[in-house]
């Protein structure tokens, strides 16, 4: 009788605990935390037919990074209760609930594919969004877990849009910022690597000299 109380008891604190989570958040708070995740779908859906296309990094590695961030914004969700759209159960490439991501897809796939060059500007687009999308996201909460997972999501967007800019620049071609100010992007692009990975995991690549240097673990 004892044991069927306390775990009553367990389970009514447990459930208690999820709905203070949900109740907690904002409603900029959870919308960010299901923005972001589907941003962070976009960019992997895009890589992924870029990498198909090209059969180039920095898109073989950085896909990889992306699917990282989605796990990352869904452990969040699970953690505050949020239900996962019908879209993310499915996870079919090209399917958003929102429709700019979709919009955004749509376009990125079909400069994309026009050429590599073309390809290498999307990615950094992408990332160019994601950063300033980001630091919208960053200005709307003050919960510790939700900055941490966004500024973890930003230093990998960060290294990865070095690497679209560096290989962009090898090519002859300066990309410009069309969602961050020319001050953020530069000091971006200046700066060095962050442990953040380009692949399936934090600070994947650093063990070979390739965690420094703007990026380039990106591009192995």
Same mark, same amino acid.
């Given at each position: 009788m004892k044991k069927a109380l306390f775990l009553f008891a367990a !389970?009514?604190? &447990?459930?208690?605990?999820?709905?203070?989570?949900?109740?907690s958040l904002s409603k900029e708070e959870k919308e960010g935390l299901l923005y972001m995740r589907e941003e962070e779908k976009m960019a992997r859906d895009v890589y992924d037919s870029m990498f198909a296309k090209w059969e180039v990094n920095p898109f073989g590695n950085i896909r990889q990074s992306e699917r990282v961030h989605m796990d990352r914004m869904k452990t969040l969700? $699970?953690?505050?209760?949020?239900?996962?759209? +019908?879209? &993310? +159960?499915?996870?079919?490439?090209?399917?958003?609930? %929102?429709?700019?991501?979709?919009?955004?897809?749509?376009?990125?796939? =079909?400069?994309?594919?026009?050429?590599?060059? %073309?390809?290498? +500007?999307?990615?950094?687009?992408?990332? %160019?969004?994601d950063i300033a999308d980001l630091d919208k996201r960053i200005a709307q909460t003050k919960k510790e877990d939700i900055?941490?997972?966004?500024?973890y999501l930003r230093m990998g967007s960060e290294n990865h849009l070095r690497? &679209? $800019?560096?290989?962009?620049?090898?090519?002859? $071609?300066?990309?410009?910022?069309?969602?961050?100010? +020319?001050? !953020? &992007? %530069? =000091?971006?692009?200046?700066?060095?690597n962050q442990q953040a990975g380009c692949g399936n995991g934090p600070g994947q690549g650093q063990g070979k000299g390739e965690g420094k240097g703007k990026g380039k673990c990106c591009d192995k």
């Open positions: !389970i009514q604190l &447990f459930m208690t605990a999820q709905s203070q989570n949900v109740t969700a $699970v953690t505050y209760g949020i239900q996962e759209e +019908k879209v &993310f +159960k499915q996870d079919k490439a090209g399917r958003f609930s %929102d429709p700019l991501l979709a919009s955004y897809y749509k376009t990125l796939i =079909a400069s994309g594919t026009q050429s590599l060059t %073309d390809a290498l +500007k999307a990615g950094a687009k992408i990332e %160019d969004l900055l941490a997972a966004y500024k690497a &679209f $800019v560096r290989r962009l620049k090898s090519q002859g $071609v300066d990309y410009q910022p069309e969602f961050l100010t +020319k001050g !953020i &992007f %530069d =000091a971006i692009i200046s700066g060095e």
